[in-house]
């Protein structure tokens, strides 16, 4: 009883693959004009009468070039069914092609240039997320203190004193890019920085002159 039913199952997929082998061997109809939409079965079609160059290829190939199913020599329900196929494949690569063409963006949606590579846009990456990041870092720190029912800490004499100390201290050293290098100052930014440095100078002087007298 179970080998009838493997010879069944045997023979029954052999007539399918000798079945699709012919139908994809099977001989069609075109003309190679640019208006042909369609392959046909025998060329005593009525569509290829006027057609004074008619070729014989597969079916597969002709459905390769985007041809359907003739409606006088194959039906109406075949060729409207094949039709719809060819549509959908033919609108499918379209879309491909206009999404290939259309140009590249970046995370923030603006175009990127032609000459960027995708390495210099994958090393833009880090660089951004590590500039954020010590922003964040900077304005915590600068943010005052806060205790655990969220009230401003005062700080003392001597923290604020070594705070200001910081501060003198990170003004005087001089600036770098981001590639750790010095950034040369222009006449202004050095005139002001010079005249903050006298004014300091000319109030501690005038401090410690009050602080003599009395």
Do not use: W
Request: glycine share 4%.
């Amino acid at each position: 009883m179970l080998m009838k039913r493997i010879l069944l199952a045997t023979t029954l997929l052999v007539t399918m693959l000798l079945t699709a082998n012919t139908t994809s061997a099977q001989k069609v109809y075109i003309t190679p004009s640019k208006g042909a939409v369609a392959y046909h079965k025998a060329k005593t079609c009525a569509y290829l009468r006027n057609s004074a160059n008619v070729e014989e290829i597969s079916t597969t190939k002709a459905k390769e070039l985007g041809r359907h199913a003739c409606v006088r020599c194959y039906g109406s329900a075949k060729a409207t069914a094949e039709k719809k196929e060819v549509v959908a494949k033919q609108n499918a690569e379209k879309k491909a092609a206009a999404k290939k063409s259309t140009p590249a963006r970046d995370e923030k949606g603006r175009f990127i240039k032609k000459g960027d590579t995708e390495k210099k846009v994958a090393e833009k990456k880090p660089a951004a997320k590590k500039t954020t990041a010590a922003k964040k870092e900077t304005a915590k720190k600068a943010a005052p203190e806060r205790d655990e029912k969220g009230r401003f800490v005062k700080k003392t004499d001597a923290e604020k004193k070594v705070a200001e100390k910081k501060t003198a201290a990170k003004k005087a050293t001089p600036e770098r890019d981001e590639k750790g290098r010095f950034v040369k100052k222009t006449d202004e930014t050095k005139a002001a920085a010079k005249k903050t440095t006298t004014t300091k100078k000319a109030t501690t002087t005038k401090k410690t002159t009050t602080k003599k007298a009395a």
